[in-house]
T-cell receptor
Framework: KNEVEQSPQNLTAQEGEFITINCSYS?????LHWLQQHPGGGIVSLFM???GKKKHGRLIATINIQEKHSSLHITASHPRDSAVYIC??????????FGTGTRLTIIP | EPEVTQTPSHQVTQMGQEVILRCVPI?????FYWYRQILGQKVEFLVS????????KSEIFDDQFSVERPDGSNFTLKIRSTKLEDSAMYFC????????????FGPGTRLLVL
């Protein structure tokens, strides 16, 4: 069965801390997305990657195809980073399969 | 910056009624999607649409659902006879040239079926 697992489910950290959110998947994929869901419900795409590493500002996403694993890192975390972070993958087709998300809370 | 828009933002309907959720994708995008998120659960893929036809659909997207691009700008999701379990947030998204590209999401329509 094609599954996406995220860890941790919830993460609370102090402002300034380095954050890591993990995503693993059951079988080979063609691409992986990291998304951010705001408290109001809106979804923003952060990264789409199929290999290697991407960086945008304080956000870094990495993927290890052999290990079937991706990580999202946030450097110098800030309270405005508080949101749900969602990993979603293409298991070789158009359909996106979503993880359950990681709820991140950054305390000032 | 171009964005995906959705109307209405909230809709309340009676069980058995038909609803139409509307989306305006980003103008030069070619691929369109509908997703739903039941409260407290993960986002689920419903359907993808390209070149005026469905390119892929999930098991959830049964005969009560249909999609249409009635003109050059709108993309609609119709639920023919709503059920209580259709209550969810429905997101539209679009991508420029392929399904495995960055997808841009609309703000969602919160549907409540009573």
């Amino acid at each position: 069965k094609n599954e996406v697992e995220q860890s941790p489910q919830n993460l609370t950290a102090q402002e300034g801390e380095f954050i890591t959110i993990n995503c693993s998947y059951s079988v080979g994929i063609s691409a992986l997305h990291w998304l951010q869901q705001h408290p109001g419900g809106g979804i923003v795409s952060l990264f789409m990657l199929s290999s290697g590493k991407k960086k945008h500002g304080r956000l870094i996403a990495t993927i290890n195809i052999q290990e079937k694993h991706s990580s999202l890192h946030i450097t110098a975390s800030h309270p405005r980073d508080s949101a749900v972070y969602i990993c979603a993958v293409h298991f070789g087709n158009e359909k996106l399969t979503f993880g359950t998300g990681t709820r991140l809370t950054i305390i000032p | 910056e171009p964005e995906v828009t959705q109307t209405p933002s909230h809709q309340v309907t009676q069980m058995g009624q038909e609803v139409i959720l509307r989306c305006v994708p980003i103008s030069n995008h070619l691929y369109f999607y509908w997703y739903r998120q039941i409260l407290g659960q993960k986002v689920e893929f419903l359907v993808s649409f390209y070149n005026n036809e469905i390119s892929e659909k999930s098991e959830i997207f049964d005969d009560q659902f249909s999609v249409e691009r009635p003109d050059g700008s709108n993309f609609t999701l119709k639920i023919r006879s709503t059920k209580l379990e259709d209550s969810a947030m429905y997101f539209c998204a679009s991508s420029e040239v392929g399904t495995q590209e960055t997808q841009y999401f609309g703000p969602g329509t919160r549907l409540l079926v009573l």
